[in-house]
């Protein structure tokens, strides 16, 4: 018993951290623009990396 008073109020601290960490990125824009993100994965930058050291 004495370990669920020290757990619940702990669990509940632990959402409520989450639950700020959710919202701080939400005001920031963290979850503006998604479809960018999905689309910026598939884009293959290699090929300019190296076309750009065999310039040099």
């Not at 018993?1 to 757990?7: R, Y």
């Not at 998604?34 to 910026?40: K, N, P, Q």
Request: negative net charge; glycine residues 8%; aromatic residues 8%.
């Amino acid at each position: 018993m004495n370990g669920l008073a020290i757990l619940i109020p702990l669990a509940l601290l632990m959402g409520l951290i989450g639950l700020a960490a959710f919202f701080w990125a939400l005001k920031r824009g963290q979850f503006e623009d998604l479809d960018g993100a999905a689309a910026r994965i598939l884009i293959d930058d290699e090929d300019d990396a190296i076309a750009t050291d065999a310039a040099t």
